[in-house]
């Protein structure tokens, strides 16, 4: 089996994975609009109606698009979502189609299957937004297996058990949103300044790279660094702090505005 994982941007304004597998294609989150989302699927041959699922961490607005929850509804795919996040989608007219056709499947933190030879396990975490959580999907090769982890609006990186089930990860994408001085710094308000570097918010290039040296093992064959805030963070920090614990494993780093990186595993 062939793997891709085509990461089409993450950070405040949007945020959008492409898995694809010989037998099956999905998305994590949709958070980007329909035209920019089809422009990127497009570059990799696809369309809307080549995906069979996507899988939502959870349903603040750069995680969920309405007209793209729509268009998904259309080409018959499914949504995996929380029982948490309805009272948020149940006003977007894409969801309700995906009720009218039963292609809403509600995960609980319990393993589950999400497609032929792809089996998720959801993570819990402390964002400010009902029912985020991220995920470890571990994929079956035949002879082998492959683990990728996915953890973006994190909160905090000192959750019960999260580096445990981290652990053994193949390829791990991991939020390093913002350098704390630079957040302290920022002329934004209090509030948003309490809020991001709190437990409910965001985790800093020094608490994911904390994170990341407790997860690191033999197994671990790269680090995609997700979600970095454009105004409190620059990409050479956010590199320098993983660089410092992540030794020879190679490190991308994903962008607002352009697609990457791509990573194929034969």
């Known amino acids: 089996m062939t ?58 607005v750069d995680h969920i698009n309405g007209p793209m929850l729509r268009r998904l509804a259309g080409a018959g795919a499914e949504l995996f979502c929380r029982p948490e996040h309805e009272d948020n989608l149940s006003g977007s007219v894409g969801y309700r189609m995906l009720k009218e056709y039963d292609r809403v499947r509600f995960f609980s933190d319990e393993p589950f299957e999400l497609g032929p030879g792809v089996r998720v396990r959801p993570l819990a975490l402390s964002h400010d937004s009902p029912g985020t959580h991220g995920f470890v999907f571990d994929f079956d090769l035949g002879a082998s297996g492959f683990r990728f982890a996915y953890v973006a609006d994190c909160g905090s990186s000192s959750l019960p058990h999260l580096a445990d089930r981290l652990a053994g990860a193949d390829l791990l994408a991991l939020e390093f949103n913002h350098d704390e001085q630079m957040e302290l710094t920022s002329g934004r308000p209090p509030f948003l300044i309490h809020r991001v570097l709190g437990p409910a918010g965001h985790l800093s290039n020094t608490n994911a790279a904390r994170l990341l040296e407790q997860v690191k093992s033999k197994s671990l064959k790269a680090v995609v660094q997700l979600h970095l805030s454009q105004e409190c963070n620059r990409p050479q920090l956010a590199l320098e702090a993983a660089a410092s614990v992540a030794g020879d494993i190679p490190i991308h780093q994903t962008n607002q505005y352009r697609v990457g990186p791509v990573i194929r595993i034969d």
């Open 3 to 60: 793997l891709e994982f085509m990461f089409l941007g993450s950070g405040s304004r949007g945020n959008c994975t492409v898995v694809r597998t010989d037998r099956f294609r999905f998305l994590i989150d949709l958070g980007f609009g329909l035209r920019r989302t089809t422009q990127s699927l497009s570059e990799f041959g696809l369309r809307a109606e080549d995906l069979s699922a996507a899988v939502l961490t959870h349903t603040h």
